[in-house]
């Protein structure tokens, strides 16, 4: 992100910092993440401590601190999930993509996480791509979202 960039950013939400949440949004949606530069500049700019930035990137799933892919891959591991297979899913997932959870594929399309429970149980195994629901899932299934999403990609470019 640019400095031009984030002072954008800042004009639109009239540099307040009651709109840190806001701001903090709208670097993700940018840059897909939130770069410890910026964070900084907005501290500088904003005149709120870098640990209060801090704490909001890190308390909320949606902030990344690190570099994610285009597409994200979210499996659930809670309790119902692993019952129901969630372990053999993420393999499959780590098998296909080549990363383990927290990382993002070479290519930068996909970065794969594991979450806690996203109180959906009934729908056990879940995995979420980019924030939309697939439940009772099973490897060959996980397997073709991907491909469908990959289609997806080829047909837009
Ligand atoms: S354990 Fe996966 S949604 Fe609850």
């Known amino acids: ?83 129901k297979g969630a372990a053999t899913i993420l393999n499959t997932l780590e098998r296909e993509l080549a990363v383990q959870p927290g990382e993002t594929t070479s290519d930068k399309k996909y970065t794969l996480e594991t979450v806690n429970c996203l109180g959906s149980c009934a729908l056990a195994p879940l995995v979420v791509l980019d924030g939309h629901y697939h439940g009772r899932m099973v490897g060959t299934k996980v397997l073709s979202l991907l491909k469908g999403d990959k289609k997806d990609a080829s047909k837009k470019s």
Do not use: W
């Not at 949440?21 to 500088?44: F, G, W």
């Not at 870098?50 to 601190?65: D, E, K, M, N, V």
């Open 1 to 83: 992100m640019t400095g031009a960039q984030l002072e954008n950013i800042l004009k639109k939400h009239d540099y307040q910092k009651s709109s840190l949440l806001a701001i903090l949004q709208d670097v993700q949606a940018l840059d897909n993440y939130l770069p410890r530069k910026t964070l900084e500049a907005m501290s500088q700019r904003l005149q709120v401590p870098l640990t209060q930035i801090y704490y909001l990137a890190t308390f909320y799933r949606a902030f990344s601190l690190t570099p994610r892919g285009d597409h994200l891959v979210t499996v659930c591991t809670g309790t119902a999930c692993h019952v």
